[in-house]
């Protein structure tokens, strides 16, 4: 699992813990499903009410895999409205285009975000030579969700690249912390999110802990890329408040507070030998949400709208020189 790395010992370090560690409210692991043209993904938030995870909507881990020649699958070019897709390239490459001028190739812990707004067609696929040679492809694919006075608002599209990433450690420097949009104890990512977030991208040595300051104002969700250890600590201020067990595939929602808890287990697979957490958080949006398809409005209404003008072509058009999925 690359994503972007560096030497602990040489990074700014966390400040020292202070306030109140968040407790753990659940923990569940997400199915495993198909997407686009076939790519497999885990469904993180399944199961999970729309109260923890708001401003968020969906989010799908996409692979860990490994691909055979001529395997990698993408997606065809489809439609979106009313929220923004945050996607994040651990491993291998997906390229991006879309019907207003944005696109690009996302690989080695590159980040995209891709406001659809009023309304966007866009594709994300890989590209001919990863489908011809085959290779890993890991990554996340994050849906955040847009208040009701910015949902029609313009598209728009950021690229950054993996060297954008603030990077920081904890005190010990037994954990590696990309910050990827919002802030962490004052170091600011490079992601600008029209709905106030943190997204983090945790590394822990085998046997390390952090704690790390997260805006109270925040909900704060933990979901396990790889390996495995516990979430949250015992508090006298939460009580029957403990350490949760987690291992790859498992979302763990926290409940209020200052700080967030992660502890890698002390053996790890040989694989990663780390546990590699991927940590968020935004300030909830708290209204209705009616969600079809890739359509995310408030109501019903604004939904039959959103398919009558994607019929109309009011999207937007694919583009003279459009990207298409390779199949050899």
């Known amino acids: 699992m690359p994503a972007v790395t560096a030497d602990t010992l040489t990074l700014p370090r966390l400040s020292p813990s202070q306030g109140r560690a968040r407790a753990v409210k659940s923990v569940t692991r997400g199915p495993q499903a198909y997407e686009g043209e076939g790519f497999p993904v885990t469904r993180a938030f399944a199961g999970v009410s729309y109260d923890d995870i708001d401003p968020f909507i969906h989010m799908d881990q996409m692979g860990e895999v490994e691909y055979l020649p001529m395997e990698p699958k993408?997606?065809?070019?489809?439609?979106?409205?009313?929220?923004?897709?945050?996607?994040?390239?651990?491993?291998?490459?997906?390229?991006?285009?879309d019907s207003h001028g944005g696109g690009g190739t996302i690989q080695d812990g590159a980040t995209q975000y891709m406001t659809a707004?009023?309304?966007?067609?866009?594709?994300?696929?890989?590209?001919?030579a990863?489908?011809?040679?085959?290779g890993i492809f890991h990554g996340i694919q994050l849906w955040i969700n847009l208040p009701s006075n910015?949902?029609?608002?313009?598209p728009a599209y950021q690229s950054l690249e993996g060297n954008d990433v603030k990077?920081?450690?904890?005190?010990?420097?037994?954990?590696?912390i990309r910050v990827l949009a919002g802030d962490i104890d004052g170091h600011v990512g490079?992601?600008?999110s029209q709905t106030p977030m943190t997204i983090a991208h945790v590394t822990l040595a085998p046997?390390?802990?952090?704690?790390?300051?997260w805006n109270p104002m925040f909900n704060a969700l933990a979901?396990?890329?790889?390996?495995?250890?516990?979430?949250?600590e015992s508090s006298a201020f939460a009580p029957g408040a403990k350490p949760a067990a987690v291992s790859t595939g498992n979302l763990a929602v926290f409940a209020t507070g200052d700080r967030i808890t992660l502890t890698a287990s002390q053996t790890q697979d040989s694989r990663h030998n780390a546990l590699e957490v991927f940590l968020l958080g935004g300030q909830p949006i708290r209204e209705p949400v009616v969600a079809y398809g890739p359509f995310v409005m408030n109501t019903k209404e604004q939904i039959y709208e959103a398919m009558s003008d994607y019929q109309r072509g009011s999207f937007g058009q694919i583009p003279d020189n459009a990207l298409m999925p390779f199949h050899g």
């Open 117 to 128: 707004g009023a309304g966007v067609l866009h594709i994300e696929t890989p590209p001919e």
């Open 167 to 176: 990077l920081i450690s904890s005190q010990d420097g037994g954990a590696l």
């Open 223 to 232: 979901y396990v890329l790889a390996g495995q250890g516990t979430v949250g």
């Open 130 to 134: 990863l489908v011809m040679s085959g």
């Open 74 to 97: 993408g997606t065809p070019w489809h439609p979106h409205r009313g929220f923004e897709t945050f996607t994040y390239m651990i491993d291998g490459t997906f390229q991006h285009q």
């Open 207 to 213: 046997g390390a802990s952090v704690s790390i300051p």
């Open 190 to 192: 490079p992601g600008k």
């Open 150 to 154: 910015k949902k029609m608002s313009p």
